[in-house]
T-cell receptor, first 113, second 113 residues
Framework: GDSVTQMEGPVTLSEEAFLTINCTYTATGYPSLFWYVQYPGEGLQLLLKATKADDKGSNKGFEATYRKETTSFHLEKGSVQVSDSAVYFCALIGSGNTGKLIFGQGTTLQVKP | DGGITQSPKYLFRKEGQNVTLSCEQNLNHDAMYWYRQDPGQGLRLIYYSQIVNDFQKGDIAEGYSVSREKKESFPLTVTSAQKNPTAFYLC????????????FGPGTRLLVL
């Protein structure tokens, strides 16, 4: 079945460091891919998405490119801030048109001043 | 403001008790979803509804029930049959099921007394 694998955390960075969170997926067809962010005690917020191969999603300085050849959707940011500290989830919409989101296990990012 | 509201923020359940979590949206979305989040894990789908008066089981529906009598409301009941209900419950909605972006509410944390 469809699945998403994220790099394990926590990831600890200093402010202004470069961020990469790896995400790979297994799916039939051409799934839509998403990054969600969750701040402590809150629900999930959509960070960015891509719906077809080679699309680049971007928002708030974060970027991710849909790479079908490597089945990856890695999240990057050039310069992180303390306020970026959160849990990041990679997800895809599974096949079958149910709209079911399939999530990775989440990666905790801690940014220190 | 349009959005998704969940209530209560915290809910306590006694042994053998059924409890109901509320989810309301004013986004005019057709599709609604319930997910469960356990510590250090991604989200898992409990139930989803693609349209009013219709709903389908997700991956972990046992011990839960839902209704969809109104477009804007999708309450989740955690029954006494759910032996491990302690978790963070998130409701989401999308314009329609399929490949559309899902928007999440703030969540309800359920604890067992």
């Amino acid at each position: 079945g469809d699945s998403v694998t994220q790099m394990e955390g926590p990831v600890t960075l200093s402010e202004e460091a470069f961020l990469t969170i790896n995400c790979t997926y297994t799916a039939t067809g051409y799934p839509s891919l998403f990054w969600y962010v969750q701040y402590p005690g809150e629900g999930l917020q959509l960070l960015l998405k891509a719906t077809k191969a080679d699309d680049k999603g971007s928002n708030k300085g974060f970027e991710a490119t849909y790479r079908k050849e490597t089945t990856s959707f890695h999240l990057e940011k050039g310069s992180v801030q303390v306020s970026d500290s959160a849990v990041y989830f990679c997800a895809l919409i599974g096949s079958g048109n149910t709209g079911k989101l399939i999530f990775g296990q989440g990666t905790t990012l801690q940014v220190k001043p | 403001d349009g959005g998704i509201t969940q209530s209560p923020k915290y809910l306590f359940r006694k042994e053998g008790q059924n409890v109901t979590l509320s989810c309301e949206q004013n986004l005019n979305h057709d599709a609604m979803y319930w997910y469960r989040q356990d510590p250090g894990q991604g989200l898992r789908l409990i139930y989803y509804s693609q349209i009013v008066n219709d709903f389908q089981k997700g991956d972990i529906a046992e011990g839960y029930s839902v209704s969809r009598e109104k477009k804007e409301s999708f309450p989740l009941t955690v029954t006494s049959a759910q032996k491990n209900p302690t978790a963070f419950y998130l409701c989401a909605s999308s314009i329609r099921a399929g490949e559309e972006t899902q928007y999440f509410g703030p969540g309800t944390r359920l604890l067992v007394l």
